[in-house]
């Protein structure tokens, strides 16, 4: 297959989307890395989510997404570019492997029955990314819990944001079942012009969840060795707590629930402010403790 993959691309930068992606905080010899793990994922995510292709003609382009990635053709320049990137830093391809997983889940699995499903799908579509740009900086993988939660919140805070859109567009649903069915909600909801009190309940309880995984990722920034990189992952945490502020006072059918760019650029100067700090106090708490000794 020739690279018609890469013809499939919606267009969509690394500086649209919700959280950032390999900003200027992170040091430049680490961003060439990351944007091309981004742009193979971007082909890959405007694959699956592609509205003329059929559901074989997505796979067949996701698998030779994967055979470019393993080393097993040449024919998608994104996937010769990436392979050539953890080749140079010696790191695995088993992270954007698991995002073709995410990928195909996307492709052939509508629904989700509870919330373990869902994280399942995280496990695949989200964990890795963070984990990608932890390995590229070399940091210990002791901070992989942190950095799973808070990776599986910014996907769920994506579905929460984009449910009607998802519903109406693609027929794919991440609420899970059992949320809506608690809630006394149904799918069909989804594809109207503003939530249900039902629906609105189930999508402001999943919001409430979510803000629990940004609690357990909490420390997350403050155990990261790099400094820049920990300045990222707290602005990115300060945007998430953001949104789901948002999500809980506001209707993702009928309000806006994503932040303007002056509110991202607001939020993320106070987030590095914060992150920054939080690594002073932790610095100075332990000769604070000794002194008083």
């Given at each position: ?6 013809a499939?691309?919606s ?5 649209d989307e919700?959280f950032?992606?390999a900003?200027h905080?992170?040091h430049a010899?680490h ?5 091309a ?7 890959a995510?405007d694959i699956a989510d ?5 559901q074989?003609e997505k796979l067949e ?14 024919a ?8 050539s990137v953890?080749a140079?830093?010696n ?10 997983t995410a990928?195909r889940?996307?492709?052939t699995k509508?629904?989700?029955a509870d ?5 399942n799908?995280?496990?695949?579509s ?7 740009v932890?390995d ?6 002791a901070?992989w819990a942190?950095?799973d939660a ?5 996907q ?13 567009n693609?027929?794919r649903?991440?609420?899970?079942l059992?949320?809506?069915?608690a ?6 909801e989804l594809?109207?012009?503003k ?6 309940a189930?999508?402001?309880?999943l919001a ?5 995984l940004?609690?357990?990722s ?10 820049r990189l920990?300045?990222e992952?707290a602005?990115?945490q300060r945007?998430a707590r953001?949104?789901?502020a948002?999500?809980?006072?506001r209707?993702?059918?009928?309000e806006t629930v994503h932040?303007s ?9 106070h987030?590095?402010a914060?992150?920054a ?7 100075l708490?332990p000769?604070a403790k000794?002194?008083?000794?």
């Open positions: 297959m020739s690279d018609s993959a890469a499939l691309r267009g969509k930068s690394h500086r919700n950032p992606v900003s905080l992170i010899r961003r060439p890395a990351i944007l793990f981004y742009e193979f994922v971007r082909i995510d592609h509205s003329s292709l059929t074989q382009h996701l698998d030779a997404l994967e055979a470019g990635l393993i080393g097993h053709d040449d998608s320049a994104a996937a010769v570019k990436l392979r953890l140079e830093r790191l695995t391809p088993r992270h954007a492997q698991d995002l073709l990928f889940m996307d492709v509508l629904r989700y919330w373990d499903d869902l994280m799908y995280c496990r695949y989200a964990m890795p990314v963070g984990r990608f932890c590229v900086h070399g940091e210990d993988r901070v942190a950095n808070l990776c599986a919140a910014l769920i805070i994506n579905h929460l944001q984009d449910c009607a859109a998802d519903y109406r693609l027929d649903v991440y609420i899970p059992d949320a809506l069915a809630s006394r909600a149904s799918i069909a594809g109207e012009a939530a249900s009190v039902a629906l609105r189930c999508l402001r309880g409430e969840r979510t803000g629990r940004l609690d357990a909490e420390p997350f920034s403050a155990r990261i060795a790099d400094f920990a300045m992952v602005v990115i945007l953001r949104l789901v948002t999500l809980l006072a209707d993702p059918l009928s932040l760019k002056p509110q991202m650029a607001s939020i993320s100067l987030g590095v914060s992150g700090w939080q690594r002073i106090a932790r610095a708490f000769l000794s002194y008083r000794a």
